[in-house]
Nanobody, 111 residues
Framework: VQLVESGGGLVQPGGSLRLSCAAS????????VNWYRQAPGKGRELVAT????????NYRDSVKGRFTISRDNTMYTVYLQMNNLKPEDTAMYYC?????WGQGTQVTVSG
């Protein structure tokens, strides 16, 4: 079982990034998938959730209207499109499904 995040990086405030989470080794299409983030010195917080079919999504209030979670079950991948990024979005972003976690991808908003 593996979840591999990618797409993080350094971006200026107001910029955009798209994170990807590629899954393998389990029935990906049967699971809710979550994006979490953890900033230095802070706890891990839930950012967005998507249902197995993709028909239901939920977001934390601070990212509503700026982030969009989506999935392509044929590609075993979940995406997090992040627009109008703010310095407070700086964190390590993790993909989660059931009790499986990826290694994280760093997002830094600065400049």
């Amino acid at each position: 079982v593996q979840l591999v995040e990618s797409g993080g990086g350094l971006v200026q405030p107001g910029g955009s990034l798209r994170l990807s989470c590629a899954a393998s080794g389990f029935t990906f299409s049967s699971y809710y998938v979550n994006w979490y983030r953890q900033a230095p010195g802070k706890g891990r917080e839930l950012v967005a959730t998507i249902s197995p079919s993709g028909g239901i999504t939920n977001y934390r209030d601070s990212v509503k209207g700026r982030f969009t979670i989506s999935r392509d079950n044929t590609m075993y991948t979940v995406y997090l499109q992040m627009n109008n990024l703010k310095p407070e979005d700086t964190a390590m972003y993790y993909c989660n499904a059931d009790n499986y976690w990826g290694q994280g991808t760093q997002v830094t908003v600065s400049g």
